[in-house]
T-cell receptor
């Protein structure tokens, strides 16, 4: 059974730092992996999508990588800002039946 | 373009009452999903519909039923609500293949 784990569960850093959020999955047979941001009491906003054939995707200050062989994805945030404070979730399509499975998220706090 | 729309946004039920959560997407997506989100447990898949006319159980289907009414709409029914079903419910959709998932804004359900 595929499981997605995100470590750490919470992270607090000063503004301006570069940081990495981690996502690991138990089965390398993953079709795609997506990173979302969730603000308190709100829905989920898609940040980046990586197909299984890709190694990384970039959008502005965000860079997501995928290493299927090690079962890991990382989200790199450059020059963090207080507006980046949110919970970040990773997950994706894990089988041929189109199930989408997600981690519990990393709660990120950027201190001004 | 509304994306994924869920109704209602908030609901309070008494134990034993029934209700249906509605979800509609206007992106012509084939696959639709229902999740519940509880503190510390992330998004858990309740049911999904890979395509119109099909539905399958996810990780936590007990106490729920679903109907894929047409390609646009996927409803979740609680026949006899229990306090353990207090949660935030999210609907999501994707196109066939390894494409981006989109989420609704969520329904906050409290069962007293």
């Amino acid at each position: 059974k595929q499981e997605v784990t995100q470590i750490p569960a919470a992270l607090s850093v000063p503004e301006g730092e570069n940081l990495v959020l981690n996502c690991s999955f138990t089965d390398s047979a993953i079709y795609n992996l997506q990173w979302f941001r969730q603000d308190p009491g709100k829905g989920l906003t898609s940040l980046l999508l990586i197909q299984s054939s890709q190694r990384e995707q970039t959008s502005g200050r965000l860079n997501a990588s995928l290493d299927k062989s090690s079962g890991r994805s990382t989200l790199y945030i450059a020059a963090s800002q207080p507006g980046d404070s949110a919970t970040y979730l990773c997950g994706g399509r894990v089988d041929s039946n189109y199930q989408l499975i997600w981690g519990a998220g990393t709660k990120l706090i950027i201190k001004p | 373009n509304a994306g994924v729309t869920q109704t209602p946004k908030f609901q309070v039920l008494k134990t034993g009452q029934s209700m249906t959560l509605q979800c509609a997407q206007d992106m012509n997506h084939n696959s639709m999903y229902w999740y519940r989100q509880d503190p510390g447990m992330g998004l858990r898949l309740i049911y999904y519909s890979a395509s119109e006319g099909t539905t399958d159980k996810g990780e936590v289907p007990n106490g729920y039923n679903v109907s894929r009414l047409n390609k646009r709409e996927f409803s979740l029914r609680l026949e006899s609500a229990a306090p353990s079903q207090t949660s935030v419910y999210f609907c999501a959709s994707t196109q066939v293949g390894n494409t981006e998932a989109f989420f609704g804004q969520g329904t906050r359900l409290t069962v007293v």
